[in-house]
């Protein structure tokens, strides 16, 4: 059972940034973030595999999102900036152990963080 540990989440203003981080207790093959706004539906926000290759985004965050591989080992980064209060959401780190693929399904993601809140104030 893969292990995730999300931090970094907050209250910040409209126009700030935020980094949120996620440790798993082991490598798998790719890691994403997720968002629940209230009463919304479960959606990507980004998606990185381990092995390679570049991270994928939802449109409503590409250009202001960035998601790494970090240094530490089996850890990622989602560096968020130009906050908007429409990015207020519980942040959930996932991990997929198979292809995970659709990237953008939930159900493509065996492993998941408890949750992090980001609250953007207008």
């Known amino acids: 059972q893969v292990q995730l540990v999300e931090s970094g989440g907050g209250l910040v203003q409209a126009g700030a940034s935020l980094r949120l981080s996620c440790v798993a207790s082991?490598?798998?093959?790719?890691m994403a973030w997720f968002r629940q706004g209230p009463g919304k539906e479960r959606e990507l926000v980004a998606t990185?595999?381990?092995?390679?290759?570049?991270?994928e985004y939802a449109n409503s965050v590409l250009g202001r999102f960035t998601l790494s591989r970090g240094n530490a080992k089996n850890t990622v980064h989602l560096q968020m900036s130009s906050l908007k209060p429409e990015d207020t959401a519980v942040y959930y780190c996932?991990?997929?152990?198979?292809?995970?693929?659709?990237?953008?399904?939930?159900?493509?993601?065996?492993?998941w963080g408890q949750g992090t809140q980001v609250t953007v104030s207008s």
């Open positions: 082991e490598r798998t093959n790719r």
């Open positions: 990185i595999k381990w092995t390679g290759g570049s991270a």
């Open positions: 996932a991990a997929a152990g198979g292809s995970g693929w659709p990237s953008n399904w939930p159900s493509s993601y065996n492993y």
